[in-house]
């Protein structure tokens, strides 16, 4: 159980335009979901916290109209990055847990590699 | 000096082998993740633990809250465990706090 999918799991998209990430819960409701993104050797770095109901928490430093947060629903939470750059491209990952579940448990989709070009 | 530090940074071994990476935080937590991350990016969840030790096959972690430190071992190590171990630590606030990792290499 716990299962945590994204798509797509690698995009390139060309400089100026928005791309959109999904990430799904599929075998639990998700009332909080993480987004995390990860630069080349270097470890994860948290975004930004969307819990069930409200608007996604962004971390300091992470731009709330450039990385665009929808909960949509309990199962699919999906990021938009508008107007991508170069130095956008990163690996980005997202993670889960559901209300059966313990407040520091978390479980992890497969990742998405975006490259901007 | 980071939240979380992990070591060894590198670690190269020879199949068969036991293996431990290790894992010192600083901050009061709730509890702990252990993370492994394949060179094509997937990660995926270990254990996560609050105390004590857990076990899923030849992987064995341990935690001692009051020392702030966390062991990953590996029994009999084999050339797929070839990946990076992720510590991460939960703050209070549930809020994870990452190290910057471990590359295991298993020779065969």
């Known amino acids: 159980g716990a299962v945590v999918s994204q798509h797509p799991s690698w995009v390139i998209c060309k400089s100026g335009t928005s791309v959109k990430i999904e990430c799904r819960s599929l075998?639990?409701?998700?009332?909080?979901m993480f987004w995390y993104r990860q630069f080349p050797k270097q470890s994860l770095m948290l975004m930004a916290t969307?819990?069930?109901?409200?608007?996604?928490?962004?971390e300091q430093g992470v731009e709330k109209d450039k990385f665009l947060i929808n909960h949509a629903s309990l199962t699919l939470s999906t990021l938009t990055v508008t107007s991508a750059h170069p130095e956008d491209s990163s690996f980005y990952i997202c993670?889960?847990?559901?209300?059966?579940?313990?407040?520091?448990?978390?479980?992890f989709g497969p990742g998405t590699r975006l490259t901007v070009t | 000096k980071n939240e979380v530090e992990q070591s060894p940074q590198n670690l190269t071994a020879q199949e068969g082998e036991f293996i431990t990476i290790n894992c010192s935080y600083s901050?009061?937590?709730?509890?702990l993740h252990w993370l492994q991350q394949h060179p094509g990016g997937g990660i995926v969840s270990l254990f996560m633990?609050?105390?004590g030790k857990k076990k899923h096959g030849r992987l064995i972690a341990t935690i001692n809250i009051q020392e702030k430190h966390s062991s990953l071992h590996i029994t009999a190590s084999h050339p797929r465990d070839s990946a990076v171990y992720i510590c991460?630590?939960?703050?209070?606030?549930?809020?994870?706090?990452f190290g910057a990792g471990t590359i295991l290499r298993v020779k065969s």
């Open positions: 993670s889960a847990r559901g209300r059966e579940h313990l407040p520091y448990e978390q479980y």
């Open positions: 633990l609050s105390s």
């Open positions: 991460a630590v939960m703050e209070y606030g549930n809020k994870l706090v």
């Open positions: 075998d639990f409701q998700a009332t909080t």
């Open positions: 969307s819990n069930e109901g409200s608007k996604a928490t962004y």
């Open positions: 901050v009061g937590i709730s509890a």
